[in-house]
């Protein structure tokens, strides 16, 4: 068990709807990043917030957005849903932002997004 | 930028036998952090091990260790004594301190097969 919790596991949806993934990182950590995996791209970064603040963004559509609210949990919001959006989306955690040495990143078990 | 490769194509080892999976980095930072995951088809991505690029000396972690040779920009993971629940997806990936983006970039993985 890695401590980062993402919720739901699993998720059907249809095209056009939209759905947020919730990601509780470990206790302590201040960052926050979200991944998509997919087979054709495989693990890509979308986001990445640091204490509450957007600190690098990747190759996030416009139709998803992210925050981390005060308890320093993060939600990913994905709009507009298309069959491509399909995917693996991993939350994952670490203790700071700036200082590597040691400071592995933690991820959460995924949530199964299929978009019907 | 930084780019993680992974050439080989699936691997197959004998059960209690070690096996060898490649890494290759490219970064023109000289401060960086090199990690190995492990993603078994439950898709969930397990920390395995991490080399800090200023590390004298080769990570290890039970029976995982990395080969960490810098110069040649390689990071090999050697499993000793594999067991059939190391079956999977391994992915390298790298993590450089630039400002404030320290993401992770993955490599595309290599599928290991370990034989009964």
């Known amino acids: 068990d890695s401590g980062v919790t993402q919720t739901p596991k699993h998720l059907i949806t249809a095209t056009g709807q939209r759905v947020t993934l919730r990601c509780s990182p470990r206790?302590?950590?201040?960052?926050v990043y979200w991944y998509q995996q997919s087979l054709d791209q495989g693990l890509q970064f979308l986001i990445q917030y640091y204490n509450g603040e957007e600190r690098a963004k990747g190759n996030i559509l416009e139709r998803f957005s992210a925050q981390q609210f005060p308890d320093l949990h993060s939600e990913l919001n994905l709009s507009s849903l298309e069959l491509g959006d399909s995917a693996l989306y991993f939350c994952?955690?670490?203790?700071?932002?700036?200082?590597?040495?040691?400071?592995?990143?933690?991820f959460g078990e995924g949530s199964w997004l299929t978009v019907v | 930028a930084q780019k993680i490769t992974q050439t080989q194509p699936g691997m197959f080892v004998q059960e209690k036998e070690a096996v060898t999976l490649d890494c290759t980095y490219d970064?023109?930072?000289?401060?960086?952090?090199l990690f190995w995951y492990k993603q078994p088809s439950s898709g969930e991505m397990i920390f395995l091990i991490y080399?800090?690029?200023?590390?004298?000396q080769n990570a290890t972690e039970g029976r995982y260790s990395l080969n960490f040779q810098k110069a040649r920009k390689s990071a090999n993971l050697v499993i000793s004594a594999s067991q059939l629940g190391d079956s999977a997806m391994y992915f390298c990936a790298m993590r450089v301190i630039a400002g404030a983006n320290s993401k992770l970039t993955f490599g595309k993985g290599i599928t290991l097969s370990v034989r009964p």
């Open positions: 970064t023109s930072d000289p401060s960086y952090g």
């Open positions: 080399q800090g690029s200023y590390d004298q």
């Open positions: 206790s302590g950590d201040l960052s």
């Open positions: 994952a955690s670490s203790v700071a932002s700036d200082s590597f040495s040691g400071n592995t990143i933690y």
